[in-house]
């Protein structure tokens, strides 16, 4: 699969910021209408298609473009950056160079083909099929990432041993798959499933305070 020739930027009458909006209007990614009126999400039939790093996002408005009904999820975290000295709130991919794809993986690859997209694509496979996501996976993400889409900033403090006391976020929900945690860089290293297996990713972790010393 080569990269082709459409041009983002150029499309009629629509920006890159309109665009970006539309990944979060409407119903979630996967979500339908259920018998008895509550909204229920599909966990099974999702699909990992890989870019380059840092095209995820253009590769997401590609395919809305190409593709008008087509249901697409590209989880993403908040974490704290420092430049010179100033904290920076930055939003980036969970996964780096993937997005997920909602039955549709062998219309979008041909949409792309046929379009010859200006872009890296190829889709995630295994034993010569598209590999499709675990449902516990999907499950687990679609939670921790909540209506957004989005890992937000986790609040700690830190204790007199030493250690940082999670006390609000979704870290809290994954301390069971916590590496280390970085103080001085206000992150979290955890170990999560994607496409099955296991992979490391940072979380945002933001440091409220230390606990006062106890009188003595």
């Known amino acids: 699969m080569n990269p082709g020739s459409l041009i983002i930027s150029n499309h009629p009458n629509v920006t890159i910021i309109n665009l970006i909006m539309k990944i979060t ?9 259920g018998k008895d009126g509550h909204a229920f999400i ?10 380059l790093s840092g095209c995820e ?9 190409l593709l008008k009904k087509i249901q697409l999820y590209l989880p993403t975290r908040k974490v704290i950056h420092q430049l010179k000295g100033v904290q920076h709130i930055m939003e980036l991919p969970l996964f780096p160079g ?3 794809v909602y039955r549709s993986i062998s219309e979008s690859l041909d949409a792309l083909d046929k379009a010859d997209a200006r872009i890296v694509f190829k889709p995630v496979m295994a ?3 598209y590999l499709e996501a ?7 993400l679609f939670e921790v990432t909540g209506e957004g889409g989005v890992i937000e900033l986790s609040k700690g403090v830190v204790m007199e041993n030493e250690e940082v006391l999670i006390i609000q976020g979704p870290l809290k929900q994954l301390k069971g798959k916590i590496l280390f945690i970085d103080k001085r860089k206000n992150k979290a290293k955890v170990r999560i499933e994607f ?22």
């Open 98 to 100: 993937y997005i997920f």
């Open 127 to 129: 034993n010569g099929k």
């Open 57 to 65: 996002k253009k590769l997401v408005l590609t395919l809305q473009i």
């Open 25 to 33: 209007e409407g119903p979630r990614p996967g979500q339908f209408p």
């Open 195 to 216: 496409m099955n297996r296991m992979v490391e990713v940072s979380l945002g972790l933001e440091i409220l305070s230390r606990p006062l010393p106890k009188v003595q």
């Open 42 to 51: 599909d966990y099974q039939n999702w699909y990992a298609i890989q870019t």
């Open 134 to 140: 675990n449902k516990n996976e999907m499950k687990f």
